[in-house]
């Protein structure tokens, strides 16, 4: 079965050709661990890191915009392949017409993915906007899409295969695996 059955919501996601990612909440499940000498690591899920692959793969990029700064979004991000992220990023939504005026491309064509008060400028501006599941209330309210999954829980990939399948990539991501995309 389907996630998306709303015909206008499988339009709008159709159209999208860039999915950017908030990180801490979204990416990873908002932890921050600092060791006793200072240094910041985070928990990824990898099954949202293949997502992110498998979208690439198809087409369709992926950015990071991220309000905090970390080494540890850089090294992601390389390891992932994606070339473009943002950090320290406290107004988003400028953020974002940076990066749509850099494609010129429109807001419409863009989905977010975020989980906090920071993120609804942006969720509300986007052609398809999403909040995880534990994202906090008015996030989750403002987004046209709620995950399944938590941050860092799956929820990227959950999203990743939303916009696949809506754009009709999903057979090819199905024979590339061999598993039968209908069940």
Not at 104 to 117: F, I, K, N, T
């Amino acid at each position: 079965m389907d996630i998306i059955s709303d015909e206008k919501q499988r339009e709008m996601i159709s159209k999208i050709k860039v999915l950017i990612l908030d990180v801490d909440g979204v990416m990873t499940d908002g932890s921050v661990i600092i060791n006793d000498l200072g240094n910041e690591t985070k928990h990824f899920d990898v099954k949202d890191g293949h997502g992110i692959k498998l979208l690439m793969r198809y087409g369709i990029d992926v950015v990071f915009l991220t309000g905090r700064t970390s080494q540890v979004v850089e090294h992601r991000a390389r390891d992932l392949g994606v070339t473009e992220y943002y950090q320290g990023a406290i107004n988003k939504l400028e953020t974002l017409r940076e990066i749509l005026e850099k494609r010129g491309m429109p807001e419409r064509c863009v989905a977010y993915v975020g989980d906090d008060l920071i993120d609804i400028p942006v969720l509300k501006r986007v052609g398809f906007s999403v909040a995880v599941a534990d994202a906090c209330r008015e996030a989750r309210e403002t987004a046209v899409y709620v995950t399944t999954k938590g941050g860092g829980q799956g929820a990227v990939r959950e999203v990743c295969e939303i916009i696949l399948k809506a754009q009709g990539k999903w057979d090819a991501v199905a024979e590339r695996y061999g598993f039968d995309p209908s069940r």
